[in-house]
């Protein structure tokens, strides 16, 4: 889109088992309200934090690497205090580093910033609650540049972000952690914040409306305010937020209860050694090894489970079947029933047996989907259930489009001399005996072959 610019900010929660400055631990949502904490994590005066988890700072410095950051090595990184008013935060201000990584680059988008923080507590507005179970979880932040063009460009990167940080296995694995803030100009205009979006899809929605404001106030020779603004997800539109959440000035300085921290470069490097093998890299190289298509490659390796799966099976089934199956059968009947292939329990075993028989045409394709939508639900060897369901009953298609046309030659001699009624007549024959389960297109195209045969 034209004129537009957009940058983001992420903040995801790292997977430690205690909190950044103390030892509460961090899975606060098994706990009671106001029962996972401390004297530290609820900022009371003169209570004493911990240096910083080294287990968060280390996650970072792993992700910034894989976003081929610059780690700052060089000098030492101070915590700082970010000083606002809001009932989350009894200290009255949340700690933040000074960047970590610097001038990164994820799918030719420039990463500005990465950086660790706590997270505050929580608010609940309407019930005037406050649970400080969250507060000094550790958090990674990351900034973009503000490079991308539309809003459905920051969604797709958004979810080529999750997918690197799902391989680095270092953030928390529960839905909904990750919290954006997606800010946004129109031909060099106003900058414009969107805080605290929940999901990719409402960072999304939430660009898409906001282009539409600001165009439209444009449109009209108004002007677009400077301002943060908070998206409601029922009525899909941005309203302005308070003045509070909007202060600006946070009255940054360095925290002088916490040592800042020394990283050396020869962990930077020792870091780098210990990446995996990260999306981009696996999909080139499931192109190059096992000849798939660009496209099918990358929505295999989106998710490094699935990637290792679709590995195992490769090795005894042809990979380009297996990867036509992994994202188009498989993939529509996962989504159907909401689960990823690791909740479904389906063991490679199982896969690979399915799409053995659907290479060597053992099976026709329907009843190996219909197959697989079973095998989703229970799990099971895929001959058992072929057995159950009493798909293999009528065996090879074509032993039965062989038996219809040999009993019907009357039929196959009209659809010859180009009787189009005849050759429905013997579709529907063979319709009949396997009762659904090959699709009629299969059925059609045996039925042509065969009748060319005779
Ligand atoms: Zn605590």
Redesign the pocket.
């Known amino acids: 889109m034209k004129g537009v610019k957009i940058g983001l900010e992420i903040h995801e929660q790292l997977d430690t088992k205690s909190?950044l400055?103390?030892?509460?631990p961090t899975d606060y949502r098994e706990a009671e309200p106001n029962k996972?904490?401390?004297?530290?994590?609820?900022g009371q005066p003169g209570s004493k934090p911990f240096g910083v988890n080294e287990k968060a700072v280390n996650a970072v410095i792993k992700i910034a690497m894989a976003l081929n950051c610059k780690i700052v090595t060089n000098r030492p990184v101070q915590i700082r205090r970010k000083h606002y008013i809001y009932p989350d935060l009894p200290s009255g201000y949340q700690r933040t580093s000074e960047p970590i990584g610097t001038e990164g680059e994820l799918n030719n988008v420039q990463i500005h910033e990465v950086h660790l923080e706590e997270d505050p507590g929580r608010f609940f507005l309407r019930e005037g609650f406050v649970d400080l179970n969250r507060?000094?979880t550790p958090l990674i932040e990351i900034t973009t540049e503000p490079v991308f063009d539309s809003p459905q460009h920051a969604r797709e990167w958004l979810e080529k972000l999750a997918s690197v940080l799902a391989y680095l296995d270092v953030t928390k694995k529960e839905e909904g952690t990750m919290r954006i803030d997606a800010n946004i100009s129109l031909n060099n205009g106003s900058k414009v914040e969107i805080k605290n979006i929940n999901s990719f899809r409402n960072v999304e929605k939430a660009l898409a409306f906001e282009i539409t404001r600001q165009e439209d106030l444009l449109r009209r020779g108004l002007i677009v305010d400077r301002e943060t603004r908070h998206f409601d997800e029922k009525m899909i539109l941005t309203s302005p937020s308070r003045k509070k959440e909007t202060e600006e000035d946070y009255r940054h300085m360095p925290d002088p209860d916490i040592p800042p921290l020394l990283i050396k470069k020869e962990l930077a490097e020792k870091t780098k050694e210990t990446l995996p093998e990260l999306p981009q890299s696996k999909a080139k190289r499931f192109v190059k090894q096992y000849q798939l298509s660009g496209q099918n490659a990358e929505n295999m390796v989106s998710d490094p489970y699935t990637a290792d799966v679709f590995e195992n099976v490769a090795k005894t089934v042809d990979p380009v079947i297996a990867s036509n199956w992994f994202v188009g059968q498989l993939k529509k009947t996962l989504n159907y029933n909401s689960m990823t292939l690791r909740d479904s329990k389906i063991t490679e075993k199982q896969l690979a047996s399915l799409l053995k028989l659907v290479e060597r045409q053992k099976i026709t394709e329907r009843a190996a989907e219909l197959t697989l939508r079973e095998m989703v639900l229970r799990p099971e060897e895929p001959a058992k259930i072929i057995e159950n369901l009493g798909l293999l009953e009528f065996g090879d298609l074509n032993t039965i489009v062989k038996e219809i046309l040999d009993k019907n030659e009357k039929a196959v001699n009209d659809y010859k001399t180009g009787r189009k009624e005849a050759f429905e007549y013997l579709v529907g024959q063979v319709m009949k005996i396997t009762k659904g389960s090959a699709d009629p297109e299969t059925i059609r195209k045996a039925l042509k072959r065969g009748a060319e045969l005779k």
């Open positions: 909190k400055f103390c030892a509460c996972s904490i401390c004297p530290v994590c609820t507060s000094g």
